[in-house]
């Protein structure tokens, strides 16, 4: 293991989209050519209710420094349901992560229609800048997983 | 109070009602009470105890006792009630095996804070109304039951016993408890101050497991913990994040169903106060979605596994400070 | 161990000219796992598929990792392709750097960056990826229909028609449903009995149509393809079989006061009833609530006068129990209950009618023989007042109670109200009518037009403005409103006031929403799969949806409604064998602790649990309660995943562990 110093840091951001919404979402942004940083990569899993909090978890121990959930708008869902237990699951969890002192700014559920390209951006933007303004994620991170 | 309940337990062994009893015997030490199951009046009546170091909630070991044939009497105080309802919603005990029966409770010493008082070398304990006198080997000691009684039992959350087949005593009520107080406490410390609180706190942790082997909520085949495909997959924690880790899962796993009966608490061997991992849970659900009470009836849903389509907050309200 | 081939798509210069692909496909090669990787144009292309195809004969690949565009785009087409290799298509993963990278990103740099990441990650998906294949099921070619009105009956005809059972539930004893209520039909004015008679009669005689009137539905399990479902035939005294509908029991009946439902209860008819004369099936029924036989034990008349012995007090309520293929809501609409507008003064003049109640009076072969006649003095009305959205359009605040009408608008009245003006008009011109509206709507084919007939060539005084107060007053009824047009309180002293009261979901809609396991909306409507691409199916498969039960909507569109959820239904029937979605969730038994907490977030109903043997290490054996899923039902979408706190239920496709992978690839 080698820790490079001279490396400028750059946020690295974990987003989990639901297929059918927010990972639309992202297709409709790429078809506008809306372009919005780099730093967010996108995981797709079904739906948001999908999303377990160890994977969250998981993003932030392997080094991300903000984590976006996002899924179809509430009433929306693909599945009907899901994003209604999402919601609740992300609020109580990210509210425990708050209580343990980890910025819930590093955090965030959206959501994101398939329509909502600009949107999408516009959200990835935003989150990217507070993330940056945050700093590195020192809170939650396993210093084994810091590779240079 | 233990004589009523060593007669009644002889009882319902001699009449057939049941073939073993669920209850307390003395440890290696008069306060290190351990639950013991007893087969015969004879061994009941040489070894039951029920004194004011009775803490342990026995609903847990009806998971695997109530499997067994015949049926299994058990003594259940308030709060362990609730766990016993929560342990039957979740089909995790077999009903009609137990003989549960009801016992008053006015709340229980903590050796710790006895320790703190001096008071060590325990060889006997005695409830005069409200009014311990301790035997030592030192001599004898008096304190007032209250001085010395643990955190969640000054913060008891009800007297109520919300399952039972018998009532020894009298019943209570559900009380207006104190019991998130702390945890309000902490949530006005700052970020960092909360951050410094709890990695002091969750860096104490050995990872002996016995907050998770005592908990009436983890009751499940494999612990993830101990799965390897699981991806928390974790049997000693290496750092700070593990450590964290595995204590922010484990209130994950239980919320919802966690019915606060403080025993991981109770017999963490750092003192690590995890109860409030779990109230901030209940603490949160109870002002986000309604008053709720994990055990307080059978078959309940969970508000963590339930939702509303309109009334519910959205997750940025964390960002604006937590569930206030 | 698996061997995975990376194709990268230039996508002709929309991926390439930002992203290096080159770089992509070298910096593949290092990834664990990678055997070959490599470049091409137009990955989707013919000639790109036969690269794929022929790598992976070539280098014995085991999966595969396209870079390309986003799966929505040709996962499909890659699946099918490698497929063709012989390889499982769910051994493919795609890497979207044309959405996700070269068209959100300009740097050439930062997108090869940010592309070599993504193809990562599905590298390291793809490695712990397995076979999946999908299970099929069996399809029972017989559909149910609930409810028997003209959705209903269009519905079940349809399906007959191609060939196919139905069994036709209807809760009263005779089909028809508010239809065969109804005088005449807008804009065109033909007698609705003249339209739906007929096609009860098609029911009826059709011998692909069961009809099971005055039979409920109590309960439904299964899943699409194979639902089991009991029906309750409540005992309606009179064997079916023998009963020839001759009436002579009705007329001899001793009981003759009981309000008539088929009549808005404007009249009266016997205890034992047929409903109305060209009921099918043309049975007589016994209210039991009423019978002196079955209350009282004494009477027995109408046993006594039936010829062919059809009177059996003794009946019960049966149950018999069915499979079915698909089945179709069609279970209507009601009136909302009016008494609730004292303003309007329902409850206190009999003159004061809902708009259902006045097509009763105006029908031919309703209570007054199509006389239009005051119910208080049986009077001709000379001024009659129309007063539109009552119940309907209401904005409700919550702070002052629950509310009284309904959000939506009903649709049907303002045309309905206009056709009943009209026909006024036609039998009595010396009559002056009166409609009190919000907004006249009237889209539809020939609506417009009919309007403005009523309007223009009827005189029919259209007043924008709300009925204040209705009064009852020395036999007449004192309506005082406001013209908002003219900006002055208007009073008419009127005969009769006609109430378009709102439309609600019948009220047997929720409880079978419930054991359907289906959706509805807040004010009880069925809601569809998708507002727009899939109108007649509910989200939960092998339930359509038909008429009313879904949202206000008038004749021809139910019609329309009723047969398009028929094709859907045929189309579903003619099926061999269904196929099952193949990233379904799966419990590991030996995990799951039998907390059922999965079962109640599940939103199609597909986990159930059951009581298990296994046999333990040391040899002996145990009972335990474990969560099965029902691979037909599941959608795959994962809400059980997470709620089981053991993680003994995980998704096939989205695993836990593939998903990691993908964190940990992502946040190397």
Known sequence: ?????????????????????????????????????????????????????????????????????????????????????????????????????VESARTRVEWVSAAEGARFAEVVTDFTKTIEELGENRRLEDLRCKTN | MQDELIRRA????????????????????????????????????????????????????LRSESEKEGKVLVFLKPCDTYSFNQLLTEYKIHRDNVYAVGIECYGKADVEKLRAKGIDCITDVKNENGTLKISTIYGEESVPAMDVMAERCLNCKSKKHVAYDELIGEDGEVLDSHRFDEVEEIEKMSAEERFKFWQSQLSKCIRCNACRNVCPACTCEKCVFDNYDSGAFNKAPANSFEESMFHIIRAFHVAGRCTDCGECSRVCPEHIPLHLLNRKFIKDYNELYGPFMAGAEVGQVSPVVDYTKDKDAEASVVQKGGAE | MQRIGVFVCHCGTNIAATVDVKAVAKAM??????????????????????????????????????????????????????????????????????????????DIKVATEKAIVLARAAVAKVVLNSPLTSGTTQVTK???????????????????????????????????????????????????????TPKMVDVGQNENIRILSYSEVAEVSGFVGNFDVKIKRKARYVDEDKCTGCGACTEKCPMKKIPNEFNHNLNNRSCIYI??????????????RYCLMLNKGKCGICSKVCQAGAINYKAKDEYIEEKYGAIVVATGYEQIKVDKYDEYAYSQ???????????????????TNGHLLRPSDGKEPKKIVWIQCVGSRETCDPTKGPARGKPYCSKVCCMYTAKQAILTKDHYPDTDLYVFYIDVRTPGKNFDEFYRRAVEQYNVHYIKGQVGKVTPENGKLMVQGSDLLLGEQVHIEADMVVLSAAIEPSPTARPLATMLTTQMDTNDFFTEAHPKLRPVESATAGIFLSGMCQGPKDIPETVAQ?????????????KKELTNNACVAHPNEMMCNGCSQCQGVCPYGA?????????????????????????????????????????AMDLRGFSNQEIMAEVDAICQ
């Open chain 1, 1 to 101: 293991m080698s820790v490079n110093e001279n490396k400028e840091w750059k946020p690295l951001i974990v987003a989990f989209c639901c297929n059918w919404c927010s990972y639309s979402g992202a297709d409709t942004a790429g078809n506008n050519r809306a372009s919005y940083p780099d730093n967010v990569k996108i995981i797709r899993v079904p739906c948001s209710c999908r999303i377990n909090p160890l994977f969250i978890l998981r993003a932030f121990q392997r080094g991300a420094d903000g984590v976006l959930v996002m899924g179809c708008h509430p009433g929306d869902c693909h599945y009907t349901t899901g994003n209604y237990h999402t919601r609740r699951r992300m609020t109580l969890l990210f509210s425990m992560l708050n209580y343990l002192g």
């Open chain 2, 10 to 61: 002889c009882e319902l062994l001699e009449d057939g009602t049941v073939n073993r009893v669920l209850g307390w015997q003395k440890g290696q030490f008069v306060y290190d009470i351990t639950p013991a199951v007893f087969t015969s009046v004879e061994e009941v009546k040489n070894n039951f105890v029920y004194n004011d170091f009775c803490g342990a909630n026995l609903s847990k070991y």
């Open chain 3, 29 to 106: 090669e290092k990834e664990p796992g990678v055997v070959f990787s490599t470049d091409y144009t137009y990955m989707c292309s013919e000639a790109g598929q036969t690269l794929v195809q022929d790598s992976i004969k070539k280098y014995g690949l085991t999966g595969v990792v396209i870079c390309s565009c986003s799966p929505h785009m040709h996962e499909l087409t890659f699946q099918k392709a490698i497929a063709k290799a012989g390889l499982n298509p769910y051994m493919l993963e795609i890497a979207n750097i044309r959405e996700q990278c070269s068209w959100v990103t300009k």
């Open chain 3, 142 to 196: 017989r559909a149910l229909v609930i409810g028997g009105g003209i959705a209903g009956m269009q519905t079940a005809l349809d399906i007959a028609e191609a060939g196919f059972k139905v069994d036709l539930v209807e809760k009263n004893p005779s089909i028809g449903g508010k239809m065969a209520q109804l005088d005449k039909t807008f804009p065109t004015l033909d007698c609705a009995s003249c339209i739906v």
């Open chain 3, 275 to 288: 409903p109305f004369a060209q009921a099918v099936p043309k049975v007589a029924t016994i209210d039991p």
């Open chain 3, 349 to 367: 003049s009999p003159d004061v009618v809902t708009s259902l109640e006045y097509e009763r009076l105006m029908n031919a072969a309703g209570p």
């Open chain 3, 562 to 574: 009723a047969s398009a959820a028929a094709a859907k239904v045929i189309g579903l029937l003619c």
């Open chain 3, 607 to 647: 986990i159930t649990y059951v009581e298990k043997e296994f046999r333990m290490p040391d040899r002996t054996t145990k009972v335990r309660r474990v969560a099965q899923v029902n691979e037909a039902v599941c959608q795959g979408c994962g809400a059980c995943t997470v709620t089981c706190p053991s993680g």
